[in-house]
């Protein structure tokens, strides 16, 4: 008798609770992969039939005209490029100021520590848009309109991203870095040979959302920039719809091109982000 007949037999058949745990994931995941599902169907559509009402979800002739049409209309791969520069370097600055600021707040003491600590959680309670103003008139004021620098740096005031690593700090043993300051090991050693490669899970988290985040920021980008050649995925997608009326197979089109690195990096790195969030939420406990 082969393994596969062995483990046939030994399998146990499904319980109730199993059965509706797998039929609730499928409902979701049906949720979740419908909007996609739909938006796919669409951009394969003609102008026409994609403004059809009511709307149907396989197309009845496919084509490709509006992928065709989107990257003659439009500068795509040079708003893929500006997108891409910009998360890059929005997620390596937030990265290296979270470390530091988290590391700080969660090992060394200093006068005024609490009431730094309360500027930097305030943060958390301002929402982006209301500080739109007056970070233009700095960023105008600095020189920095129609530039990448006025689109990053910004972005860069991670609070939120500083609490997370600030909480996995703190649930780090003392014991480790004390050891490695007996065998005469510096602060600055000590951060980038332990305690760094024990956040690599939630530095992988904070990455990743960065990233996605500024990948999707539509809002400042459009205010810092007006010239065409430094225009994100989001606005330049945006700016074809606008000067070319609503066209929906475009729309969709665009929305897939624009969304599908986000897609490529959470499906290669899902674990990291498990990971990232539990570890943080274990810390923070």
Same mark, same amino acid.
């Given at each position: ?5 062995? @483990? ?8 109730? !609770?199993? %059965? ?8 979701? !995941?049906? $949720? ?28 009845? $002739? ?14 795509? !791969? ?14 390596? %600055?937030?990265?290296? $100021? ?12 200093? @006068? ?26 700095? +960023? ?33 043993? @003392? ?89 490529? +990096?959470?499906?290669?790195?899902? @674990?990291?982000?498990?990971?990232? $969030? ?8």
């Amino acid at each position: 008798m082969s393994a596969t007949q062995v @483990r046939l037999k030994t399998r146990k058949p499904w319980t109730p !609770s199993q %059965i509706v745990l797998t039929l609730i994931g499928a409902a979701v !995941s049906i $949720v979740f992969v419908a909007p996609i599902a739909a938006a796919l169907f669409t951009s394969l559509k003609s102008e026409a039939e994609a403004a059809e009402i009511p709307p149907h979800w396989v197309p009845k $002739v496919w084509t490709t005209q509006a992928w065709k049409a989107l990257w003659e209309t439009g500068n795509v !791969s040079n708003w893929f490029v500006n997108s891409l520069v910009v998360s890059v370097c929005v997620t390596t %600055i937030v990265l290296v $100021v979270s470390a530091l600021a988290g590391y700080g707040f969660a090992r060394t003491e200093f @006068r005024g520590k609490s009431l730094l600590m309360g500027v930097v959680m305030s943060g958390l309670m301002i929402s982006p848009a209301v500080l739109g103003v007056p970070l233009f008139t700095t +960023v105008q004021q600095m020189g920095m309109v129609d530039t990448y620098w006025g689109m990053i740096l910004p972005q860069c005031a991670p609070a939120a991203m500083v609490y997370i690593l600030y909480k996995f700090f703190q649930g780090i043993p @003392r014991e480790l870095e004390e050891a490695a300051f007996i065998d005469g090991a510096g602060r600055w050693r000590v951060f980038f040979t332990i305690v760094v490669p024990l956040a690599r899970p939630s530095l992988a988290a904070v990455g990743i959302f960065t990233f996605i985040a500024s990948w999707n920021n539509f809002l400042w980008p459009y205010m810092v920039t007006n010239n065409p050649d430094l225009m994100t995925m989001p606005n330049g997608i945006a700016t074809v719809m606008n000067s070319y009326g609503i066209q929906w197979a475009q729309l969709m089109a665009g929305g897939l091109m624009a969304g599908l690195p986000l897609i490529v +990096v959470f499906v290669f790195f899902q @674990r990291q982000i498990v990971a990232g $969030v539990a570890h943080t939420g274990l810390a923070g406990q």
